[in-house]
Structure formats: C-alpha cells, structure tokens
C-alpha cells in the first residue's frame, strides 16, 4: 500500500487545515489508518486512528475534541480536519495504515506515508 499525504501548509493559531491521505496499492478498506505527527527534536506521537469501517475513532488527548478524521473507502482517502489550532500542534504529519484496531502505537502500522508538513504561527 502506498500512502500520500497533502494538505499541510502554514497557519494563524486558532485557524484550521485539512489533511488528506490517499491511499493505493492495496485493499484500502481491510487497513485500520491512522495519524501520527512529529515535530523538530521529539519523537513520533500518535493522534488519531480510525477502523476499517470508519465507524469509531479515538483522538490523543492533546487533540480531543479540535481534530476530527474520517475516511471514504470509495476514493481511498482517509481526512484530518484540524480546527482551533495550536502553535504546539506544529509537526510533520504522517499517515499509515496497519491491520490493529485502534492502535496508538507506531510499530502497529506497517505502511507510512511520506509525511506533510503543518507550522501554526503565534
């Protein structure tokens, strides 16, 4: 499975950005997707994940309740919407799929995308 991320650029705190991964190669509905971000001089953090059905998500807690993902099997998209953010919310931001259900954990997605890179100003 291949995985593109896009969407990310730079942002006034407090405003929002839309980050879209599309996913080919592969059996795009059998993967649980997920999100991770990392910024300079840290490690990579997990922010959300979604499952194969799209029917539940679970959120870090530093973006509960300010990001929302989604996906469309269809097209093979799975979607961040990012709202209200903050400068610490400032990172690379990676795409993957793996095959564990809601899974925080990094080694729990076997395939990344290359990554999209968000700045939030002050």
């Given at each position: 499975v291949q995985l593109q991320a896009s969407g990310g650029g730079l942002v006034q705190a407090g405003g929002s950005l839309r980050l879209s991964c599309a996913a080919s190669g592969g059996t795009f509905s059998l993967y649980e997707m997920g999100w991770f971000r990392q910024a300079p001089g840290k490690e990579r953090e997990f922010v959300a994940t979604i499952n194969w059905s799209g029917g539940k998500t679970v959120y870090a807690d530093s973006v509960k309740g300010r990001f929302t993902m989604s996906r469309d099997n269809a097209k093979n998209t799975v979607d961040l919407q990012?709202?209200?953010?903050?400068?610490?919310?400032?990172?690379?931001?990676?795409?993957?799929?793996?095959?564990?259900?809601?899974?925080?954990?990094?080694?729990?997605?076997?395939?990344?995308?290359?990554?999209?890179?968000?700045?939030?100003?002050?």
């Open positions: 990012m709202n209200s953010l903050k400068v610490e919310d400032t990172a690379v931001y990676y795409c993957a799929a793996g095959a564990t259900p809601w899974s925080s954990g990094a080694p729990s997605y076997t395939y990344w995308g290359q990554g999209t890179q968000v700045t939030v100003s002050s």
